[in-house]
């Protein structure tokens, strides 16, 4: 199969890469870069496990084409932190151990900061929606919560 050429831009940087005309977003930035921090929970939208932003929108990247991007800006789990300086969200994820496995952790840390983006000051119900197309099998949902509200209360205070 022909691989077609896509230029974009990926967490800042501008990124090249060659991909076949049916591959997954994911498996681009997983197989063809090396970007691992997205997982594969589902591959059919459903878990939110590979969430990225997509120009400026939550993404599951498992539905969408590597093809799709050329021009785009996606910003992915792996630039969320500073270098080694992890970004407040991913260090309060660590202190309150709102993680257990890990698997959809990076799908919810990109979610939780595009809201935090947006709204700096959700309500429990805020996170709660706007997290929902992000399933997590092991912790439940309550320290997740608490971590984004502690999160986005450290954030405000900055």
Not at 90 to 103: D, K, N, P, S, T
């Amino acid at each position: 199969m022909k691989t077609i050429p896509v230029e974009t831009t990926i967490n800042g940087d501008s990124t090249e890469f060659l991909c076949h005309a049916d591959e997954s977003l994911l498996d681009v930035l997983r197989d063809r870069l090396g970007m691992t921090g997205s997982k594969e929970g589902c591959g059919t939208g459903d878990c939110g496990a590979c969430s990225v932003m997509l120009n400026g929108r939550v993404v599951c990247s498992c539905l969408v084409l590597g093809v799709e991007t050329q021009g785009a800006e996606i910003e992915t789990i792996e630039g969320m932190a500073n270098g080694e300086e992890l970004h407040p969200l991913q260090r309060v994820f660590l202190e309150e151990a709102a993680l257990q496995c890990g698997v959809c952790t990076p799908g919810i840390l990109v979610a939780a900061k595009a809201l935090l983006e947006k709204n700096p000051d959700p309500t429990d119900t805020e996170v709660r929606y706007w997290l929902a197309g992000n399933l997590c099998r092991c912790t439940g949902y309550d320290k997740i919560i608490k971590a984004v509200q502690t999160a986005a209360a450290e954030m405000r205070s900055a």
